[in-house]
């Protein structure tokens, strides 16, 4: 199968385990002034600190492993809600063009109030 043809969305995949389904913030591509940024400053910008929408959670993402509740709420944010975290702890979902990334429950940072 050739990854650049495969575009996965949201609709079809199922976090496991402690991953979480994030939808990453598009960042601006043109500045106030009208100037077209370069790709690789966009790129860069963009992984300086993610922000993205919490599409789904995984069924073992913030468990209670005594209750055995899924208790993100707990957590201060729940589906539908913005959260940061680290450039370095996400994994992309498979296609070029999707904006869509895994990331472990314990690497959430903040939610963010947009």
Same mark, same amino acid.
């Given at each position: 199968m050739n990854l650049e043809k495969l @575009?996965?969305? +949201?609709?079809?995949?199922?976090?496991?385990?402690?991953h979480i389904l994030i939808e990453l913030l598009e960042v601006k591509k043109e500045s106030d002034g009208g100037i077209i940024m370069q790709s690789?400053?966009?790129?860069? @910008?963009?992984? +300086?600190m993610p922000v993205g929408k919490v599409l789904k959670i995984g069924p073992q993402a913030y468990k209670?492993?005594?209750?055995?509740i899924n208790s993100s709420a707990e957590w201060g944010f729940v589906e539908g809600d913005y959260v940061q975290f680290a450039s370095h702890v996400y994994?992309?979902?498979?296609g070029a063009k999707s904006n869509l990334v895994y990331v472990l429950d314990y690497d959430i940072k903040a939610k963010v109030n947009l």
């Open positions: @575009e996965l969305t +949201a609709d079809k995949i199922e976090p496991n385990g402690y690789s400053d966009v790129n860069r @910008e963009q992984a +300086a209670n492993h005594e209750s055995g994994m992309k979902v498979a």
